[in-house]
């Protein structure tokens, strides 16, 4: 067992426990992290010693053990960069960046490493390892291939440099994001501006600026660029200008037309930040043997190849573009007889959507979001989750990075504990937008010194929903509550695994495109009256969601399924095709980055039926394949869906007998076979073992009403 660094004075050196968020401090990152990277590189230079065997233990547990520690440490550094940024903590992170990198860059490269991992996997002792151990040592070998083991000791300098470089700009690249979104702020004084938006949405907006401009007496009304804000007035807002307004920002962020920049902030620029990525990328794939970077991708991924890809994605484009084209005419028609728009622009399609969704289904998103407080829908995720996996949900103390963030433990029905997790529900400044799960820690089997003990998973939870305002609690749309619903079928992949071994437990070592399996699969339970009519208060009255208005909800479900459904090809195409197809110039200049943008808008031209506008920047946001590991894998979302479609099914047959969803039997199927085998095995035989075949396409498009012709759209 390594000896690693220990020390209450820097919590980041303390792994007693759970992390002490509120006693880290920038100045404690570069020594910890120094001490624990001489901890991991004392531990790599005696696995690589020729004097120790090529054994589980001597190798790849005295590895595990080394290292843990230290990815431990830098994930709290991760992880407060993303929800606490502050230019402190920022420029800490920034200093260890490189040394980070470059360990990471050393481990993948060491061919003396990789060949006790070889001898092991080919010695005796292979047959006798559990089929956990095994996996691991499979994942390695694959591991050290493509970190450039292999590659001749000329070239691994500047194999290293590319690693380095691209794990710089994809940071980068994410500030920038953060820093634009967070510098925008539009300050309304006439409340006639904003007309039609929801009182609560009006209430954080006079908060924000109350919180800018303290001493004055009329604050007015700020309205900024995250999602809780921005959104509902491209939903509600009935002045056209103001939607413009907000839009262009949105759209802009982050690029040469930002907003931002007449503050001067030309470095929140990501245009060549783009084009470095791509050429970086590109040169790591062709030094190890590939022909562009979506082919060294899919290494460890279900999909075979980019063709395979790209032939899937075609199928849910054909499928979905009769539906997206009616969907498109009827929201035209609609704009212009009933609201006055001649020629619906981008900033009028969610108030056009909103406006036909209320009057085609006779409810709007704010009347169904009253009977959604966020005090009613966690009760109901819980008692979902304990209903079909017999575990029981408590909240208990715990450190944390912001007083709204909530810690829980999860138990077995015995009381024994499984898992922990965090969970931090609201969007502010300095916190990344979107909704995410990370790990803090995953399950594994503790040294022997420790008797039988499990190390238990710990899990992040992150959202960005509108806070509580004015002391009531925070209501989230039904959008919101199926987000929320997704991250914890993320969380629970992680908890829930029984795998002892630290690399292929949980989500660890389970394929890029299928680990979104139980997180869609979670969504389809928010459509479920058994889950809706215990999980729904009328923020006023208190009722519970009527019947009837479920009964809208549920018949608008697929309303516009055809747009959002090649939205996601276009962006899942861009990206592969980037990767596959797309050769960025070795030389400099803004012909790359124009070149980009134009693959964006012919690939949205091709497949969807919305125009692009001509100012947008989107791919200067896209942070999923620029800053969030899903280059070359933005497919997986749809991927995945097939698979989580129908293993949903399974539940839906048992509903026939049981008489609902919320079946225990199917769920501890899925539980045992799914959640609790993490990465042990491939994830097509987790599904084998939970269906008994193989994954069919049929559920999905039922699902999404995209299984039959169109009817042709109604006269408006």
């Known amino acids: ?237 009935e002045r056209r200008a103001l939607r413009e307004t907000l839009y262009r920002a949105s759209a802009t962020r982050a690029s040469e037309l930002g907003p931002q920049y007449g503050q001067g902030k030309v470095e929140w620029d990501n245009t060549q930040n783009i084009v470095e990525q791509l050429r970086l990328r590109l040169e790591e794939a062709r030094t190890l043997g590939y022909p562009n970077y979506a082919e060294l991708s899919l290494v460890p991924k279900m999909a075979r190849s980019a063709r395979e890809v790209v032939d899937f994605l075609g ?74 996996f017999s575990v029981r949900i408590f909240q208990e103390p715990a450190q944390t990075w912001h007083p709204d963030v909530k810690f829980f433990r999860v138990e077995t029905l015995q009381g024994g504990l499984l898992a922990q997790f965090y969970l931090d529900l609201y969007a502010r400044e300095g916190k990344r937008g979107g909704a995410w799960m990370d790990d803090a820690r995953g399950r594994k089997r503790l040294h022997p010194a420790h008797g039988q003990a499990v190390q238990t998973p710990v899990a992040y939870l992150v959202c960005n929903f509108p806070a509580p305002v004015g002391g009531r609690p925070a209501l989230l749309t039904h959008d919101d509550v199926i987000t929320l619903f997704h991250e914890f079928g993320h969380g629970l992949h992680h908890m829930l695994t029984e795998v002892d071994e630290l690399g292929v437990s949980g989500i660890s070592g389970v394929e890029w495109d299928a680990v979104e399996l139980p997180s869609q699969f979670m969504e389809n339970f928010c459509w479920e009256w058994d889950v809706l009519q215990g999980m729904t208060a009328h923020a006023d009255t208190g009722e519970p969601l009527p019947r009837a208005l479920f009964e809208r909800m549920l018949a608008a479900k697929n309303f516009q399924n055809g747009l959002g459904t090649l939205r996601q090809v276009v962006f899942s195409l861009f990206d592969l095709q980037l990767h596959a197809d797309f050769d960025p110039a070795p030389e400099e200049g803004p012909g790359e980055a124009s070149r980009v943008l134009a693959l964006s808008r012919e690939i949205n031209a091709r497949i969807h039926v919305v125009p692009q506008v001509a100012f947008s920047r989107w791919p200067h946001t896209f942070s999923h394949i620029f800053a969030g590991g899903y280059a070359a894998g933005y497919y997986s979302y749809k991927w995945a869906e097939v698979l989580s479609a129908d293993a949903y099914a399974a539940f839906e047959e048992a509903a026939e007998t049981a008489g609902t969803v919320l079946d225990a039997d199917t769920g501890s199927r899925y539980l045992r076979e799914i959640l609790q085998s993490g990465g042990s095995r491939p994830m097509l035989e987790s599904f084998r073992a939970f269906r008994g075949r193989d994954p069919s396409i049929h559920a999905l498009l039922r699902h999404g009403g995209l299984s039959a012709a169109p009817a042709p759209a109604p006269a408006v």
């Open 315 to 388: 199928e849910m484009a054909s499928r979905a573009r009769p539906f997206a084209e009616k969907d498109w005419v009827e929201l035209q028609s609609f704009a212009k007889d009933m609201l006055g728009i001649a020629e619906l622009q981008p900033w009028d399609i969610a108030y056009a959507s909103e406006k036909l969704r209320e009057a085609s289904y006779a409810f709007s998103e704010d009347e169904l979001r009253q009977y959604f407080p966020e005090t009613k829908v966690l009760p109901g995720l819980f008692h979902v989750i304990e209903k079909l």
């Open 1 to 237: 067992m390594s000896a690693t660094p220990a020390s209450t004075d820097n919590p980041l050196l303390d792994f007693s426990g759970l992390p002490r968020f509120q006693d880290v401090r920038p100045e404690h990152i570069e020594p910890a992290l120094d001490a624990l990277l001489d901890a991991a590189r004392a531990a790599v230079a005696k696995a690589e010693d020729p004097a120790t065997p090529a054994t589980w233990d001597a190798v790849a547990q005295a590895m595990e053990d080394a290292t843990e520690p230290l990815f431990r440490a830098w994930s709290v550094v991760g992880h407060l960069s993303a929800v606490a940024d502050t230019p402190a903590l920022r420029e800490a992170h920034a200093r260890k960046l490189p040394r980070m990198t470059d360990f990471s860059s050393s481990l993948g490269q060491n061919l003396a490493l990789f060949k006790k991992y070889k001898a092991i996997a080919e010695g005796p002792e292979f047959a006798s390892l559990s089929p956990a151990r095994r996996k691991v040592l499979e994942n390695s070998l694959r591991d050290f291939r493509l970190g450039g083991a292999e590659l001749p000791d000329a070239e691994k300098p500047r194999f290293a440099k590319v690693q380095e470089e691209q794990a710089r700009l994809s940071k980068e690249f994410s500030d920038h994001v953060l820093d634009a979104t967070n510098a925008y702020g539009l300050y309304v004084t006439d409340a006639a501006e904003f007309a039609g938006l929801p009182q609560d949405v009006i209430d954080a907006a006079r908060e924000a600026a109350r919180k800018d401009k303290p001493e004055a007496a009329e604050p007015g009304w700020k309205f900024t660029l995250h999602f809780p804000s921005y959104f509902p007035v491209l939903q509600y807002a």
